[in-house]
């Protein structure tokens, strides 16, 4: 079992940055591949970015170039750097812990924190 605790979420404007972090215990991450998710009000819950267990990452289209992922094995935490924000990226953040490998979808998630709301206003 792997408890997940996201922080680090809350009321920016557009264009500014925030840092979640995702900081684990039960288990060590090292071993697991992970990722992080969101869902705005009235919308699925959706794939944001992942990073394996070597450190390889890949990102969502609508984040590639603001959002970076990265992982401290040494904190059992994992990160997620978010630059210039919009309005859009509202939504809660989760993060995950992957079945076998680093998650895309909800189906290859293991484990899930309980989420931080991140909120954009214009």
């Known amino acids: 079992q792997v408890q997940l605790v996201e922080s680090g979420g809350g009321l920016v404007q557009a264009g500014d940055s925030l840092r979640l972090s995702c900081a684990a215990s039960?288990?060590?991450?090292?071993?697991?591949?992970m990722g992080w998710f969101r869902q705005a009000p009235g919308k699925e819950r959706e794939f944001v970015s992942r990073?394996?267990?070597?450190?390889?990452?890949y990102y969502a289209d609508f984040v590639k170039g603001r959002f970076t992922i990265s992982r401290d094995n040494a904190k059992n935490t994992v990160y997620l750097r978010m630059n210039t924000l919009k309005p859009e990226d509202t939504a809660v953040y989760y993060c995950?812990?992957?079945?076998?490998?680093?998650?895309?979808?909800?189906?290859?998630?293991?484990?899930w924190g309980q989420g931080t709301q991140v909120t954009v206003s214009s």
């Open positions: 995950a812990v992957g079945r076998s490998a680093s998650p895309a979808t909800p189906d290859e998630v293991a484990y």
């Open positions: 039960g288990r060590t991450i090292s071993t697991y591949g």
């Open positions: 990073i394996s267990r070597g450190g390889r990452t």
